[in-house]
């Protein structure tokens, strides 16, 4: 029955959250929430001394412009990245936050090298590309050959065959990151099944002005690895068009991409120690390794500021939890997420006593909430609504149907509760894993309305009475 | 009293079309137009037939395609622009048109080259950049120094020399094209006036996706030649901010553009000849070279194939006017209006025979109408927003009270009555003169929608039984 009546629960929230419904399917019944246990009245200060304080304070986005203009984007195994870290344990101590470390975690050390793409014939071009993470390079002279363009899997499984020896192109509209990207991370091994000799993906986003996103790719171990590369929409469109002409395209794709030795990189951990029950945590987190392009700057270096920034907040305050506030910068998120699972491993002791891991990791526009794991206990959904009034006021209030995060993953299938900061996505994906990742992108105020939400949140949870559940 | 009129009248127009009048200054009442002197009954059955025609062909996407596709860029002195001429000659006698030519223009030929800027302290970073056409080069080691970051022209001057020796970093925002481009074309010799050794200036553009946006600049002869490029909106917030914490960041500027020698280009001409007064002719034109990035797809490969179409479908309805329609694809309009001059000199004796020239210039987006300049007679006036009406059904029959174009200057200084295709432009400057004006962004439909208005324009001026004006 409770079985059932899980499954139940998490159709209506996932159907709740969905914009399109299949059409003529039922409205689902939202399932009653039962009624909060925990009293949020005697928050209200505090929540309004953390919101003011977030308001007039340039700390976090000085500190994000510190991190994306004097430290620049921070590709797992690179020296920025190690800079980064240094900086952050050095100043976290300076905050005089808690427990300040950094915890060794051996990375991918994968490079990009030169790169480029060019139409060699019918008429020579060169076209705008960027290799996606974990790729393999190309011999030194590149690979030439026919390009054929396809707009779905379905359409290169028709082909099969004849991509042998090709280089297969994808020019997948953009629905939503989640539904497209499977071309970004597998395309390389679908087209290689039958024969390709590279890929081009189209990059994954609804607009572009020759903007070329990267991102990570896997290989298929049962298959040859080809290098794979995004190229912009322009591009693929272009390629488009030759190809539905019969123009047959040919092209020189050159990457010098390819992985060195494991490279020693760190989670950064440093906490705001609970007064009584120091042994619970609230974990709340961002991932300090951004793409080797752009500023790193909402993915994930804003994330990682406001977690950081909500606990040196709570410190300035003297707002002192009853449970731990420990946050945590992953490393290593965006090509092996070995920050991830090395925190697993470290902490696994001490896995149960985290009653709520939070990860901040889609951008910092203003804060709509947050999305709770959809398998939450229901009274931990109810109590976190109740807790989320405290952020009425600054339009933060929701709590989405689903929630978590890369980074809190390995915690969260060893059943710690996760969750997401949720923001307004809508530009996310216009600037995602691109070079136009950079702080002009970031809106101050919005950055400030995330800490809040972050910092009220966790401290509000940290601090009840009784537990949260 | 007549011209007192034609002030009034200028300043109603002016003030009409702006968005933002002066805070507390009156309404001006605008000039009653005479009568319309025409009759347009006439010419309903042949606008609609035109319009049909126009929508129900792809003629102008298909061209535009091999000219974007197939011949991509063309800039001045480029292979690339007389193989399009090539092209555009070659098509339009297989089109039937009559007197097609090239008439031979000498062209500046300004070459890119390699080029590249990079920071190289505090902390090394590569920046986006993309020169300016016409600047100069500079040294092979490139030129590293100081960069000083100004808002405007006015802070420029406030450093006065302050600045020699440096690297001025023009960091304006967009307000309009007209009201920021003077940072482009005037940026370089301001700063060489203060000793600057180079200068880099942000792409005039509402929006970016680290896009850098090129276009041409000119040298003051009083002052040093210095090299100049744009900056992307991302770059130049960045410089910006390093600047204002007082950074001092030192940057290195790498351009090879020189000019080479002039080269021979043409001017593209051809015409449906008039029935009845076929020395009488009502000139429609673009410019048919472009930057040397991107596609030159809307500026202005698609103003040309409006032009060029709107002919080829009067010629396929067997529609002939009694006067001339001369389509001109001018050469060289982006860094010289050595096309547009050539035109009015080999063309001196019939100037006055021109009874109007339009040019289209803006983009192919949805139609609006026409601009027509804001120096023409009130009855001309009258008279086309007459006409306009048959273009009331693909709401395109606004006549706006200015208009030209840069290649038709020439001859409206010479006293014919210019006027512009416009177009909704709501978007033209996220990608004008950069990487990204490329065939994806232009609309199908909207072009031929172009096509419908320019060529149902044209063909009623033509043909009206009386005189037009």
């Known amino acids: 029955m409770r079985f059932l009546r899980s499954l139940a629960l998490l159709f209506t929230l996932i159907y709740g959250v969905q914009a399109q ?46 991190l994306t203009d004097h430290i620049g984007n921070r590709i797992s195994g690179s020296q920025n990245l190690e800079r980064g870290i240094e900086w952050a344990v050095t100043e976290m101590k300076r905050d005089g936050l808690d427990n300040v470390r950094a915890e060794k975690v051996m990375v991918p050390h994968w490079v990009r090298g030169e790169e480029s793409l060019e139409m060699l014939t019918p008429v020579p071009r060169k076209l705008q590309m960027l290799g996606l993470g974990n790729s393999v ?33 994808y020019n997948a509209p953009f629905v939503n990151y989640g539904a497209t990207v499977s071309y970004r991370s597998e395309g390389a091994s679908r087209a290689a099944r039958y024969g390709a000799v590279a890929a081009l993906v189209r990059s994954i986003t609804p607009v572009s002005l020759q903007t070329p996103h990267t991102g990570a790719m896997t290989y298929d171990a049962n298959q040859p690895k080809i290098p794979v590369a995004a190229v912009t929409i322009e591009v693929a469109e272009f390629l488009q068009r030759m190809n539905d002409r019969g123009d047959r395209p040919t092209l020189r794709l050159k990457m010098e991409a390819k992985f060195l030795p494991d490279a020693e990189s760190a989670n950064v951990i440093a906490e705001l120690k609970g007064s009584e029950k120091p042994d619970e945590i609230v974990l709340i987190s961002g991932h300090f390794d951004s793409w080797d392009v752009g500023q790193g700057a909402h993915d994930d270096g804003g994330g990682c500021i406001v977690a950081w920034e909500a606990v040196r907040l709570l410190k300035e305050l003297g707002l002192k939890p009853r449970r731990t506030i420990r946050v945590v910068l992953y490393t290593n998120e965006e090509n092996g997420l070995r920050g991830g699972n090395a925190y697993r491993d470290a902490h696994r002791a001490e896995i149960v006593k985290h009653i709520l891991a939070i990860e901040s990791d889609s951008g910092v526009y203003r804060p709509e909430g947050f999305g709770l794991a959809a398998t939450a206990p229901l009274q931990m959904r109810s109590n976190m609504q109740e807790i989320a009034k405290l952020l009425s006021g600054i339009g933060a209030d929701q709590i989405a149907a689903s929630g978590g995060g890369a980074d809190i993953g390995p915690i969260v299938r060893e059943g710690v509760v996760g969750a997401s900061l949720d ?10 894993h691109t070079p136009a990742d950079t702080l002009d992108k970031v809106n101050p105020r919005e950055l400030a309305l995330c800490v809040a939400t972050m910092a009220v949140m966790a401290y509000t949870v940290a601090d009840l009475p009784e537990p949260f559940k």
Chains 1, 2 share one sequence.
């Open 21 to 66: 419904q299949p059409p003529g399917s039922p409205t689902p019944t939202p399932v009653p929430l039962p009624s909060p246990t925990i009293k949020i009245d005697r928050y209200r200060a505090a929540a309004a001394r953390i919101i003011g304080a977030a308001l007039t304070s340039d700390r976090a986005y000085s500190r994000l412009a510190h």
């Open 423 to 432: 923001v307004n996505g809508e530009h996310y994906f216009d600037i995602h």
């Open 137 to 169: 390079g190309t011999p030194a002279e590149g690979i030439s050959a026919e390009a054929v363009v396809v707009r779905s899997f379905d359409e290169l499984d028709r082909l099969g065959e004849q991509v042998r020896g090709k280089i297969v192109v």
